[in-house]
């Protein structure tokens, strides 16, 4: 197990070109922790990924593993397994040699590879499969295979996932994903893992960096990230339906959005100093939407569509010329066209700058 720092690391593919893959960050990620780097395609997760195995060199900073500078050494000297998002497996060989072989490789001797095998196989329900030939095997089992062979050392500072679940067929991954939370906890090895899923990574991971275009735009738990968005990308990406965002002008305390004033949160109002244009957001869960008029201030809106979901519905209203997502009771299920006040509770209210959260 391992903790590992990155400090001021940033990374360009092309030393001509001044676009970088990963802009300049500094992230600390403790021993035993279970992390998820979150966000969409090409936003330099991966690349991270990389340069914290060894795979990549960063053009600029330096990686630390347990207060040991490793940004010049190779993979096999950083003590990390890594798992890919296809499987990379000897498919002529059984699953047990797939297994044993990162510790046959390090000469370790006959019986602690068999205990050592057969503890791994029994901890992710291989244990019958030991005897079969990898090929030919579905691709949940390959993949339990993968991260198989980066738990067998018992020596293994982290294992770093790159989007392992993404080739399973759907209605396996919640098995893997239960899998891999049971594995955590069991064997308290530092974990990060690499998804463009928010339910993978709010599922697994007790931290998650979401990143978008290079940059790291919050660090948290799932809770912080989904109550508090420090960026209004954080509140589109996380949720669904994600945060409702509009554009407001403020002034003297108070919002207005559309024509029609939005209280703002009692704390900020007091304190505020900004004027003009910014955005308030809020979840599709906190907003309150009734057909009576409310006794504290609320927006008028028009209800435009309505979807049952089950356990809630979610219902679009039109606030001016924006639509809000409102999360209802199943029993609330006002008519399209009707008139309603919209609410914006104080404490789940946030105000948002150039995309940024103000304090």
Not at 25 to 49: R, V
Not at 141 to 160: E, F, P, S
Request: proline share 6%.
């Amino acid at each position: 197990m391992a903790r590992i720092e990155l400090r001021r690391v940033a990374h360009r593919y092309n030393a001509t070109d001044s676009t970088y893959a990963v802009q300049p960050l500094d992230l600390i990620w403790d021993d035993g922790g279970a992390y998820a780097l979150l966000g969409p395609s090409g936003c330099g997760k991966s690349t991270l990924l990389g340069i914290i195995s060894g795979l990549l060199r960063p053009t600029e900073g330096s990686v630390w593993i347990d207060d040991r500078d490793v940004t010049t050494l190779a993979p096999r000297e950083r003590n990390v397994a890594q798992v890919f998002q296809f499987p990379v497996l000897y498919d002529t060989m059984t699953v047990f040699d797939n297994l044993a072989f990162p510790l046959r490789n390090r000469r370790v001797k006959p019986a602690e590879v068999r205990s050592r095998v057969e503890q791994i196989a029994a901890l992710l329900d291989l244990s019958s499969e030991l005897s079969r030939t990898a090929s030919g095997l579905p691709g949940d089992l390959k993949q339990r295979i993968a991260l198989g062979r980066g738990l067998v050392r018992k020596d293994v500072a982290a294992i770093l996932l790159d989007e392992p679940l993404t080739v399973i067929d759907p209605h396996l991954r919640w098995q893997l994903r239960r899998k891999l939370m049971e594995i955590h906890a069991e064997l308290k090895v530092t974990l990060i893992y690499v998804t463009h899923d928010q339910l993978e990574a709010l599922t697994l991971a007790d931290q998650v960096v979401v990143m978008r275009e290079g940059y790291v735009l919050q660090q948290g738990t799932p809770a912080e990230l989904f109550e508090r968005p420090e960026h209004t990308f954080v509140g589109h990406f996380i949720g669904s339906p994600g945060m409702n965002v509009l554009p407001c002008t403020i002034a003297n305390g108070t919002a207005r959005i559309a024509g029609q004033t939005v209280s703002l949160p009692r704390q900020l109002a007091d304190s505020i100093k900004l004027q003009g244009e910014c955005e308030i957001g809020i979840r599709p869960e906190f907003l309150r939407l009734t057909e009576e008029p409310p006794k504290t201030a609320a927006a008028r809106v028009i209800v435009k569509r309505l979807a049952e979901l089950g356990g809630f519905n979610v219902a679009s209203v039109e606030l001016g010329e924006h639509t809000v997502h409102v999360k209802t009771r199943p029993e609330q299920q006002p008519a399209l066209g009707t008139e309603c006040w919209l609410e914006f509770p104080d404490e789940q209210t946030h105000v948002y700058q150039g995309g940024r959260l103000i304090e």
